[in-house]
Each structure stands twice: as C-alpha cells, then as structure tokens.
C-alpha cells in the first residue's frame, strides 16, 4: 500500500519489489483533444474497436468527469482511454496491430492533439 505514514520507506521497499518484477504489468493511458466536439462519438466507436486487440487486459474509455474545478486538474481534453497490459512486449504489440494502426488511420483526422502516458505500476492498493 502507498501511503502517507511511512512514505520514503513504504517507496523504497516498493521500489526494490518493483526490480524484483520488472516487465510486469503497464498502463497506457492516453488524452484526446478533438478538433471538432461533435466528433466525440466517432473517436469513442474506434476506441471501443481496439477491445478486440487480444493483448489488452483491460479497456476503459472516459470524459472528463464533473468534478469541482482545481488549478491541478486537466479537464480540456474530449475523450481518455486507459489500458493495461501484462508487460511492454504486450504493449508494443498492441502499438504494432493492424487493428490499432487501422484505428490511427481512421480516427486520427479527428483530434488536435494527443498525449499519451505509460506507467509501470510500483505499489497497488491490493
């Protein structure tokens, strides 16, 4: 667990476990700004195409949610989607599948921007 008490100790031991697992699970969480807005549910149709894609674990497309304003949140982009995968090699799989390049080819005349995060997990809450 990832916490306040105990935090620079709680880090380094999960840090040291995260060595020990290297090439574990990953998340690619990616942010789109459409150039249009009424293009959103187009981008969300190609998005849930990519469930086919036989290395991702899990799928979760998003908007932005209705929370209250804060100078630290981000809530400019139209759409997100969260994936996990059981290890890089599954994610460079997944970047090399025709049906994710089919997505890019089709769907990418649709967004102005996109930013893209991947993560390798170091501590979990279960």
């Given at each position: 667990m990832c916490g306040a008490r105990g935090?620079?100790?709680?880090?380094?031991?999960?840090?040291?476990?995260?060595?020990?697992?290297k090439g574990g699970s990953m998340f690619h969480h990616v942010f789109f700004w459409l150039k249009n807005s009424d293009d959103r549910d187009a981008l969300i149709a190609g998005l849930e195409s990519l469930r086919a894609i036989p290395q991702i674990r899990a799928l979760h497309i998003g908007i932005p949610a209705a929370t209250e304003q804060r100078d630290v949140v981000?809530?400019?982009?139209?759409?997100s989607e969260l994936m996990q995968f059981d290890s890089p090699a599954d994610q460079k799989a997944y970047q090399d599948h025709p049906l994710h390049l089919r997505f890019v080819e089709q769907c990418g005349h649709l967004w102005s921007?996109?930013?893209v995060y991947d993560v390798e997990p170091i501590c979990?809450?279960?």
């Open positions: 935090g620079k100790q709680r880090a380094g031991r999960a840090l040291a476990a995260h060595k020990l697992t981000e809530s400019g982009f139209a759409v921007r996109v930013v979990s809450s279960r």
